[in-house]
């Protein structure tokens, strides 16, 4: 069966950065894009980016850009998301989900990693 | 940027409707998706492509879209529906996929 597992919860300073995983299984990683969505605490969902499981391309929301880094690891069929420069705001759940383009859709979600930011 | 009214509530047995309202950029050459989220976990496709469901979701629940605004309905009301649903879709414009604010369902 298809499993996103992330990976813990982070505790950060402002200006620092922090590095997300989601290690993929049940499926072949190279052919699913991988997307990232956070969920600010009692707020709506909110898309991050994406990156292709096969050839590594990635898009950012403009938002993050600059800001956000997402790579992926095929031997270890792990995305990653990379945060930086830190603020408060940034307090939130992280989400990845897998694309399923025939259906446009994220299909299958990780269980979240809580990333806290706090001087 | 999609517009979702923030609450819904009804009695077990009972339909309720979540609308979700976007724009030509979005909703409007778009497919729409549903997301059901409970209290602390990550969120389920519930409906993609406006109206299609997949495997393991009831057919109590239904989607619909018409021009610039979808529609999630829940009939047969029951107490495992209490979540909040997101919508989605992908807006052209942005070059993003945006979500609605979500609506809490709340079982009377």
């Known amino acids: 069966q298809v499993q996103l597992v992330q990976s813990g919860a982070e505790v950060k300073q402002p200006g620092d950065s922090v590095t997300i995983s989601c290690k993929a299984s049940g499926y072949t990683f190279t052919t699913f894009a991988l997307h990232w969505v956070r969920q600010v605490p009692g707020q709506s969902l909110e898309w991050m980016g994406w990156?292709?499981?096969?050839?590594?391309?990635?898009e950012l929301s403009e938002k993050f850009q600059g800001r956000v880094t997402i790579t992926r690891d095929t031997s270890a069929t792990t995305a990653y998301m990379e945060l930086s420069s830190l603020k408060s705001e940034d307090t939130a759940v992280y989400f990845c989900a897998r694309f399923r383009e025939g259906w446009a859709a994220f299909d299958y979600w990780g269980q979240g990693s809580q990333v806290s930011v706090s001087s | 940027v999609l517009t979702q009214p923030p609450s819904a509530s009804g009695t077990p047995g009972q339909r309720v409707t979540i609308s979700c309202s976007g724009r030509s950029s979005n909703i409007g050459s778009s497919t729409v998706n549903w997301y059901r989220q409970l209290p602390g976990t990550a969120p389920k496709l519930l409906i993609y492509?406006?109206?299609q469901r997949p495997s393991g979701v009831p057919d109590r629940i239904s989607g619909s879209k018409s021009g610039t605004s979808a529609s999630l309905a829940i009939s047969g009301l029951q107490s495992e529906d209490e979540a909040d649903y997101y919508c989605?879709?992908?807006?052209?414009?942005?070059?993003?996929?945006?979500f609605g604010g979500g609506t809490k369902v709340t079982v009377l």
């Open positions: 492509n406006n109206s």
């Open positions: 990156i292709n499981g096969g050839n590594g391309y990635s």
């Open positions: 989605a879709a992908w807006d052209a414009s942005l070059t993003a996929w945006v």
